[in-house]
C-alpha cells in the first residue's frame, strides 16, 4: 500500500497515528462531496495531522459562504461551495445549479 486517505469526519492526530502503525503508509486527510469529488482539497503530506484541517484545493474552486450561499464575511460562514471540473446536479434547485451557482462563486474573487 503506498498511502491512506481519510476523506470521511474529521481525522483525530490519534486516529491518523494508528492507521500509521497499522499500515505503515503515510496517511493523508482530504475533503470530499458524494455530488462533487471524493476529494475537494487534500494535505500535501502526512508529516502532521491537524484535526479539521483537510489541506488545499486539489484544482476545486472553494468559497466559505454564508446562509445565503454567497461569499461570507469573516467569522460569518455557513457553509462550502466547491466548484469541481465536473459535479452532480441537484434537480429543482434553483440558484444551486449551472450560471447561477457560477456567479455567485465568481462574486467575490
Known amino acids: ?7 470521511s469526519a474529521a ?3 490519534e486516529t491518523a497515528q494508528a492507521m500509521r502503525a497499522e499500515f505503515g503508509a503515510p496517511v ?3 475533503y470530499g462531496m458524494t455530488e462533487a469529488t471524493h476529494q475537494v482539497a487534500s494535505t500535501r503530506d502526512d508529516r502532521a495531522v491537524t484535526t479539521g484541517l483537510v489541506g488545499r484545493s486539489s484544482g476545486v ?7 445565503d450561499g454567497w461569499p461570507a464575511r469573516r467569522r460569518r460562514w ?5 466548484r469541481p471540473h465536473g459535479s452532480a446536479r441537484l434537480p429543482r434547485q434553483p440558484g444551486c ?6 456567479r455567485r462563486l465568481a ?3
Open 61 to 67: 474552486e472553494i468559497r466559505i459562504v454564508g446562509e
Open 107 to 109: 462574486a467575490h474573487r
Open 28 to 30: 493523508f486527510s482530504a
Open 11 to 13: 481525522l483525530s492526530a
Open 97 to 102: 445549479n449551472g450560471p447561477d451557482l457560477h
Open 78 to 82: 455557513r457553509g462550502l461551495a466547491a
Open 1 to 7: 500500500m503506498r498511502f491512506v486517505r481519510s476523506c
